[in-house]
T-cell receptor, first 113, second 114 residues
Framework: DSGVTQTPKHLITATGQRVTLRCSPRSGDLSVYWYQQSLDQGLQFLIQYYNGEERAKGNILERFSAQQFPDLHSELNLSSLELGDSALYFC????????????FGPGTRLTVL | ELKVEQNPLFLSMQEGKNYTIYCNYSTTSDRLYWYRQDPGKSLESLFVLLSNGAVKQEGRLMASLDTKARLSTLHITAAVHDLSATYFCAVDHEGDGSARQLTFGSGTQLTVLP
């Protein structure tokens, strides 16, 4: 158990809908990272927040957005969902903004029907 | 664009045998991570390699980093069934906007057969 928690574990929704995934980092960690894992794209970095501020952006679609709240938990919002958005979404956390080991949460499996 | 290539992508090996997984990357980096993922589970950190020539060992796994060759290896000694999993390397590098990020390889799915 890494200490990173994610909810929900599974999410099934329809195309065109919007969902919110939630992540709580390990105690003391200031950075939160979001990743998408799918069979065709592999593990892709989406976005990073450090102490409430956006720090780095990866291959995140415009339909997706994230934020980190004052208590350091983070939410990833996915809107206008498409079939291709079905994937495992991981949150990871680390103590500092960079160059520290990232610890991964259990993931949220999103299925878009 | 940074490329991180692992090979092989699939590896079946018998218990007791040795094998090496390779991770090549296309940019300058002095920090590389190895993670393990069991089916349907999260990623578990195995090693962080911090400089050229770094070598880390834990049980039957040994990882090394050659930053000049842009190559890391994960060596498996006397494999056991419990090592069956997917192994990812991840390269720490400067992304767009100069913030650092990790780029993962495609993963090597290891199956250890009795």
């Amino acid at each position: 158990d890494s200490g990173v928690t994610q909810t929900p574990k599974h999410l099934i929704t329809a195309t065109g809908q919007r969902v919110t995934l939630r992540c709580s980092p390990r105690s003391g960690d200031l950075s939160v990272y979001w990743y998408q894992q799918s069979l065709d794209q592999g593990l892709q970095f989406l976005i990073q927040y450090y102490n409430g501020e956006e720090r780095a952006k990866g291959n995140i679609l415009e339909r997706f957005s994230a934020q980190q709240f004052p208590d350091l938990h983070s939410e990833l919002n996915l809107s206008s969902l498409e079939l291709g958005d079905s994937a495992l979404y991981f949150c990871a956390s680390s103590f500092s903004g960079s160059r520290r080991t990232q610890y991964f949460g259990p993931g949220t499996r999103l299925t878009v029907l | 664009e940074l490329k991180v290539e692992q090979n092989p992508l699939f590896l079946s090996m018998q218990e007791g045998k040795n094998y090496t997984i390779y991770c090549n990357y296309s940019t300058t980096s002095d920090r590389l991570y190895w993670y393990r993922q069991d089916p349907g589970k999260s990623l578990e950190s195995l090693f962080v390699l911090l400089s050229n020539g770094a070598v880390k060992q834990e049980g039957r796994l040994m990882a090394s980093l050659d930053t000049k060759a842009r190559l890391s290896t994960l060596h498996i000694t006397a494999a056991v069934h419990d090592l069956s999993a997917t192994y990812f390397c991840a390269v720490d590098h400067e992304g767009d906007g100069s913030a650092r990020q990790l780029t993962f390889g495609s993963g090597t799915q290891l199956t250890v057969l009795p």
